[in-house]
């Protein structure tokens, strides 16, 4: 059966080798059936350049590369530093922060999805801020241990603003979600970010539409699989 597989939110880090077990059993048994991989953003918990030698990230990047078939990637909010060289070292391609897909019949939008939750207006306001070209050149010019430790110290500050959230501010706004597919001319979007599993149908100036959104591996592994007949969303266990 020809399909397509969608993950996202993974957060890889040496503190949970189950779900690193877990992600290397899926690449090797269910990724290898499927005409393509994307992965939509925090496959890692963090990245503070390609030049780190977390081991961890050696791993991985050969169990993609030894993948027979395609694997694309769009940056997340923990990874959005993950850069050519890594791309090349795991031979993922690249891909921009919004992707259009045309599969099976199906016009489709990915991303990431923290770009929809424009509710939150600091972590807009940070968003920008890091997305700096200049100020990234210039974090990735520092000493890998600074940056360990400037990353430590945000991933904190997260945390504890995160606490101060209400779950309604952190989910996807209504109207950016219209805009987008509006704007890419889809009804049809597949995201992550959120930690939200679910498929939203709803109506688009007037025609039906779908929104999935992929859950985070923390206990259980979650994809999406689009093919002929439309998208499903499937958990199963590590």
Same mark, same amino acid.
């Given at each position: 059966?020809?399909?397509?597989?969608?993950?996202?939110?993974?957060?890889?880090?040496?503190?949970?080798?189950?779900?690193?077990?877990?992600?290397?059993? #899926?690449?090797?048994?269910?990724?290898?059936?499927? &005409?393509?991989?994307?992965?939509?953003?925090?496959? #890692?918990?963090?990245?503070?350049?390609? &030049?780190?030698?977390?081991?961890?990230?050696?791993?991985?990047?050969?169990?993609?590369?030894?993948?027979?078939?395609?694997?694309?990637?769009?940056?997340?909010?923990?990874?959005?530093?993950?850069?050519?060289?890594?791309?090349?070292?795991?031979?993922?391609?690249?891909?921009?922060?919004?992707?259009?897909?045309?599969?099976?019949?199906?016009?489709?939008?990915?991303?990431?999805?923290?770009?929809?939750?424009?509710?939150?207006?600091?972590?807009?306001?940070?968003?920008?801020?890091?997305?700096?070209?200049?100020?990234?050149?210039?974090?990735?010019?520092?000493?890998?241990?600074?940056?360990?430790?400037?990353?430590?110290?945000?991933?904190?500050?997260?945390?504890?603003?995160?606490?101060?959230?209400?779950?309604?501010?952190?989910?996807?706004?209504?109207?950016?979600?219209?805009?987008?597919?509006?704007?890419?001319?889809?009804?049809?979007?597949?995201?992550?970010?959120?930690?939200?599993?679910?498929?939203?149908?709803?109506?688009?100036?007037?025609?039906?539409?779908?929104?999935?959104?992929?859950?985070?591996?923390?206990?259980?592994?979650?994809?999406?699989?689009?093919?002929?007949?439309?998208?499903?969303?499937?958990? #199963?266990?590590?």
């Amino acid at each position: 059966m020809s399909r397509t597989l969608f993950i996202a939110d993974l957060h890889l880090c040496q503190e949970e080798p189950a779900i690193t077990a877990g992600f290397l059993r #899926f690449l090797a048994r269910e990724a290898p059936r499927c &005409d393509a991989l994307y992965i939509l953003g925090d496959l #890692f918990e963090a990245w503070i350049g390609d &030049d780190d030698p977390n081991p961890l990230h050696q791993r991985v990047a050969d169990a993609l590369r030894a993948l027979p078939v395609p694997v694309y990637f769009i940056h997340g909010n923990r990874d959005f530093l993950l850069g050519k060289a890594y791309g090349r070292a795991s031979g993922m391609t690249l891909l921009p922060e919004e992707q259009v897909l045309t599969c099976y019949g199906h016009r489709v939008l990915i991303l990431h999805g923290d770009t929809l939750c424009t509710d939150d207006a600091g972590y807009q306001r940070f968003r920008a801020k890091v997305h700096q070209r200049w100020l990234q050149r210039l974090f990735l010019a520092l000493p890998l241990f600074i940056r360990q430790r400037i990353a430590a110290r945000m991933r904190d500050g997260s945390k504890q603003a995160n606490q101060h959230k209400s779950l309604t501010i952190m989910d996807v706004n209504a109207d950016a979600v219209e805009a987008a597919m509006l704007r890419q001319q889809t009804r049809l979007m597949i995201h992550g970010h959120t930690h939200r599993p679910a498929i939203h149908r709803f109506r688009l100036q007037g025609e039906p539409a779908e929104r999935a959104v992929l859950g985070a591996w923390h206990e259980r592994g979650s994809m999406i699989q689009l093919d002929a007949s439309g998208i499903s969303l499937i958990e #199963f266990d590590f």
